[in-house]
């Protein structure tokens, strides 16, 4: 079963502007992590954010995480074309062991 | 350092046969998770080996088993194929703790007919 809910499913905008994408969970988590994966192929970590973190940041990526609110989101800024890819957050549960539970997945589209 | 290597990458096969999925993972990764992706289910965790046992298992059919060699590499196989198995396999390792970063690979593309 999924444990994320991405929002939006789809984002379409141009270069240059920013992509905010949100995920939210159900249960406690140790850690959400965001991955990429271009069409059909496998992921790419873009990173880890802990549950006893608020805000993470990495080159043009910012995470944020609230826990109260069981929810994340993803901000990339100045976006690339290069960035076209699906994006999925996944979680580390406190109750499932050793597996990350991931989201659908939002598919990113950055026009030239 | 090489990445994580899954093979075959493509492969077609019919109703009722088996197929055995292989993946070698990072240099120094002991753990390797197993994942299925569809367009209906997404991203499913099938299950986690680490040092040669299976330490966490998704809700999957006693069709799909895996097992990890002394040198970390795993296989998954699945019997009597049905055309709903029909995804793609990826395979992930980490230094320790499958709930960490996760390494993947290209995945393997099966085809069920």
Redesign the interface.
């Known amino acids: 079963s999924q444990q994320g809910e991405e929002d939006p499913q789809a984002l379409s905008i141009q270069e240059g502007e920013n992509a905010t994408m949100n995920c939210s969970y159900k249960t406690s988590i140790n850690n959400l992590q965001w991955y990429r994966q271009n069409s059909g192929r496998g992921l790419v970590h873009l990173i880890l954010i802990r549950s006893n973190e608020r805000e993470k940041h990495s080159g043009r990526l910012r995470v944020t995480l609230d826990t109260s609110k069981k929810s994340s989101s993803l901000l990339i800024t100045a976006s690339r074309a290069a960035d076209t890819a699906s994006y999925f957050c996944a979680t580390a549960e406190e109750t499932s062991g050793s597996r990350l539970t991931f989201g659908e997945g939002t598919q990113l589209t950055v026009n030239p | 350092k090489a990445g994580?290597t899954q093979t075959p990458r493509y492969l077609i096969k019919t109703r009722g046969q088996q197929v055995t999925l292989s993946c070698s993972p990072i240099s120094g990764h002991r753990?390797v998770?197993w994942?299925q992706q569809t367009p209906g289910q997404?991203?499913q965790?099938l299950f986690?080996y680490?040092s040669e046992t299976q330490?966490?298992k998704?809700?999957f059919p006693g069709r799909f088993s895996g097992r990890q060699f002394s040198n970390s590499r795993s296989e998954m196989n699945v019997s009597t194929l049905e055309l709903g198995d029909s995804a793609?396999y990826?395979c992930?390792s980490s230094l320790e703790?499958?709930?960490?970063?996760?390494?993947?690979?290209?995945?393997s593309?099966l085809t069920v007919l």
């Open positions: 994580v753990s998770s994942y997404g991203l965790f986690e680490f330490r966490n998704g809700n793609l990826l992930a703790r499958a709930t960490g970063e996760l390494f993947f690979g290209e995945g593309r």
